[in-house]
């Protein structure tokens, strides 16, 4: 049986809908964010040793990271689902997407999640004229501008094809899922883009999207 360590808000819901696309029986067990510091809890780290989620078990096998979670289900259970066949242009598509969801896109949302919590953080009142004044700097500079460059790119690129692989959905836009509800959340995706916003609309009419909600409970990413 597989066992998804479920940590609430986060990218392991990718993994619950992964599974429901996929029709497989699988076990949820659920952590929670501490309400202080958002962070995972310590018993996280029982399962694995960076103590983050997702995270996997499946027989003698303990498997973390989103990407290497989403090829290793896909591989052994997918039986030629949710991914196109090697060799096509569509393969190449699908692996580019899958590595960039996690490698290129979400960096810069969290780096701009961090820099916005410090912005907003209690401070003494003589440092914060110079700490928001350097925050607002960076983000005028640097992280915004890059958040808009990725989205651009991917509003065009789903001009070529309504799914980023092609003409069918895959699991590299289940793994796109989380950067573009985060940037909807908290990094001005808006109907400006309504390529992405259409993206959106329709995974969160799948039923397995759905029905991984259900599984999962509460799903609010941070802002």
């Known amino acids: 049986m597989i066992t998804v360590h479920h940590l609430n808000n986060s990218r392991s819901q990718r993994v619950l809908w992964l ?3 996929l029709g497989l029986s699988y076990e949820v067990k659920r952590y929670e964010r501490d309400p202080e510091t958002m962070l995972a809890p310590p018993s996280l780290r029982q399962v694995h040793p960076l103590g983050k989620s997702p995270v996997i078990t499946d027989g003698d096998l303990t498997l973390a990271e989103s990407g290497a979670i ?6 052994r259970y997918g039986d030629g689902r949710l991914i196109p066949a090697p060799g096509t242009p569509e393969r190449l598509r699908y692996t580019y997407w899958l590595h960039y969801a996690e490698g290129s896109a979400m960096p810069p ?13 209690p401070m003494p009142f003589f440092a914060k004229p110079v700490a928001r004044g350097i925050v607002s700097k960076v983000k005028d500079s640097f992280i915004n501008p890059q958040i808009t460059q990725h989205l651009d790119f991917m509003e065009a690129e789903l001009g070529k094809s ?6 069918d959905f895959t699991a590299a836009d289940i793994q796109l899922s989380f950067p573009l509800e985060a940037a909807a959340t908290r990094a001005g995706l808006d109907a400006s883009r309504p390529k992405l916003m259409a993206f959106l609309d329709r995974i969160h009419t799948r039923p397995a999207y759905q029905k991984a909600l259900e599984r999962g409970g509460k799903y609010e990413l941070l802002s």
């Open 70 to 75: 989403v090829e290793y289900l896909v591989d």
């Open 109 to 121: 949302l969290l780096i701009k999640l961090i820099f916005d919590k410090i912005e907003h953080s």
């Open 162 to 167: 309504p799914w980023f692989a092609g003409e």
């Open 19 to 21: 599974l429901e696309e």
